[in-house]
T-cell receptor
Framework: GAVVSQHPSWVICKSGTSVKIECRSLDFQATTMFWYRQFPKQSLMLMAT?????????EQGVEKDKFLINHASLTLSTLTVTSAHPEDSSFYICSAPGQLFNEQFFGPGTRLTVL | QQQVKQSPQSLIVQKGGIPIINCAYE??????FPWYQQFPGKGPALLIAIRPDVSEKKEGRFTISFNKSAKQFSLHIMDSQPGDSATYFC???????????FGSGTRLQVQP
C-alpha cells in the first residue's frame, strides 16, 4: 500500500513558540491531504483539508490563523502550530487519499507537547 | 454532532474468541465504511473496508457485516490473538476523496 510519512514523530516546545509538522506521500501524489487531531484516549477529529495550490479548508472551531496549512507540492503538506499553548498538546495525524475508491493512508502521527 | 456511533467502548475477550464491534451512522450520503486498527503512539492502519452494495466482506480473520437499511455495520475478528489488542475505529465517508468521520473507538484486549 501507499506510504505516508510525518516529521517529526514527536516534538516538545515552549509555550508561545511555533512548530511545523510535515506530511509527505512517499510513493504517490496527493492533491488533497487531511489533518486530524487526536487527544489521549479519544477519536480522530478532522481539523482541516489541505489542497495543493489553493487554500486549506478548516473545520468549524479550528482557528485557521493558529493552525497554518501549506500544501506546497503534490507530495508535501505542512501544518504549523503558531504560538503554541499547552492545550495544543495532542497527537497530530495526516492522511492522503489513494488511487482506489475513498481509501486513505495515514501517517504515523506527530506527538506535540507544549510546556 | 457525532455522525458515527461506535460500541462498545472497551472489550475483553479470551484468545480464540470472536470480538464484535458495532457502528451506526446517520448520514445517508456515506458510502465507504473502513475499519482502522491503532496501536498506542501510532497512526491508524486500514484493516478492511466495505461499500454499501455488499452485505459482508472477509479479509483474513476480519469480517465486516453491513446492514444498509439499519445503517449499521460491524467488525468481527475471528480467532482473536493477543497481538490484536489495540484500539479499533470505524469510519465513514461520502463519495470522492473526502475526509473520514470516525467513531469513538473500541479498546480491545485479548487475553492469552
Amino acid at each position: 500500500g501507499a506510504v505516508v510519512s510525518q516529521h517529526p514523530s514527536w516534538v516538545i516546545c515552549k509555550s508561545g513558540t511555533s512548530v511545523k509538522i510535515e506530511c509527505r506521500s512517499l510513493d504517490f501524489q496527493a492533491t488533497t491531504m487531511f489533518w486530524y487531531r487526536q487527544f489521549p484516549k479519544q477519536s480522530l477529529m478532522l481539523m482541516a483539508t489541505s489542497n495543493e495550490g489553493s487554500k486549506a479548508t478548516y473545520e468549524q472551531g479550528v482557528e485557521k490563523d493558529k493552525f497554518l496549512i501549506n500544501h506546497a507540492s503534490l507530495t508535501l503538506s505542512t501544518l504549523t502550530v503558531t504560538s503554541a499553548h499547552p492545550e495544543d498538546s495532542s497527537f497530530y495525524i495526516c492522511s492522503a487519499p489513494g488511487q482506489l475508491f475513498n481509501e486513505q493512508f495515514f501517517g504515523p502521527g506527530t506527538r506535540l507537547t507544549v510546556l | 454532532q457525532q455522525q458515527v456511533k461506535q460500541s462498545p467502548q472497551s472489550l475483553i475477550v479470551q484468545k480464540g474468541g470472536i470480538p464484535i464491534i458495532n457502528c451506526a451512522y446517520e448520514n445517508t450520503a456515506f458510502d465507504y465504511f473502513p475499519w482502522y486498527q491503532q496501536f498506542p503512539g501510532k497512526g491508524p492502519a486500514l484493516l478492511i473496508a466495505i461499500r454499501p452494495d455488499v452485505s459482508e466482506k472477509k479479509e483474513g480473520r476480519f469480517t465486516i457485516s453491513f446492514n444498509k437499511s439499519a445503517k449499521q455495520f460491524s467488525l468481527h475478528i475471528m480467532d482473536s490473538q493477543p497481538g490484536d489488542s489495540a484500539t479499533y475505529f470505524c469510519a465513514a465517508s461520502p463519495t470522492g476523496r473526502r475526509a473520514l468521520t470516525f467513531g469513538s473507538g473500541t479498546r480491545l484486549q485479548v487475553q492469552p
